[in-house]
C-alpha cells in the first residue's frame, strides 16, 4: 500500500503562483510514475501532469503546458506541482495519484490516490 498526501493548495489570484506537494509513504517502490490530476466543480476528473521515478520523463496536459512544472524528490519521496500563471479556469480539487507502470494521462493506471487538495484562482 501506497499513502498520498497533498498540501500546499489555497486561494491565489490570477497570475500567481502556486507549489502544491505531495507526500508519498508506504511501499514507494510501487510509485514508478507520480501523477497530477484535477476536478473542477461539476466536471470530470482530467490528468495534469505525470513524472516518472528518475524525473527523465514529464508528460503534461496542454492546458498546462508551459505554465505548471512537475518534479520529484525521491529522497524524500515527494512530489510538487508547480504552478505559475494561474486562471481561473484552473480552479479545481488537485490529486495526487501513484502507478506502479508505464503510464501516462490514464486514471485507471494509477493505483493510489490521495485525498485532494483544493486550489482557488481568482479572477
Known amino acids: 500500500q501506497v499513502q498520498l498526501v497533498e498540501s500546499g493548495g489555497g486561494l491565489v489570484q490570477a497570475g500567481g503562483s502556486l507549489r502544491l506537494s505531495c507526500a508519498a509513504s508506504?511501499?514507494?517502490?510501487?510509485?514508478?510514475?507520480m501523477g497530477w490530476f484535477r476536478q473542477a466543480p461539476g466536471k470530470e476528473r482530467v490528468f495534469v501532469a505525470r513524472?516518472?521515478?528518475?524525473?527523465?520523463?514529464?508528460y503534461y496536459a496542454d492546458s498546462v503546458k508551459g505554465r505548471f512544472t512537475i518534479s520529484r524528490d525521491n529522497a524524500k519521496n515527494t512530489v510538487y506541482l508547480q504552478m505559475n500563471s494561474l486562471k481561473p479556469e484552473d480552479t479545481a480539487v488537485y490529486y495526487c495519484?501513484?502507478?506502479?507502470?508505464?503510464?501516462?494521462?490514464?486514471?485507471?493506471?494509477?493505483?493510489?490516490w490521495g485525498q485532494g487538495t483544493q486550489v482557488t484562482v481568482s479572477s
Open positions: 508506504g511501499r514507494t517502490d510501487s510509485t514508478f510514475v
Open positions: 513524472i516518472t521515478r528518475n524525473g527523465g520523463s514529464t
Open positions: 495519484a501513484a502507478s506502479s507502470r508505464v503510464t501516462f494521462d490514464i486514471q485507471r493506471n494509477y493505483d493510489y
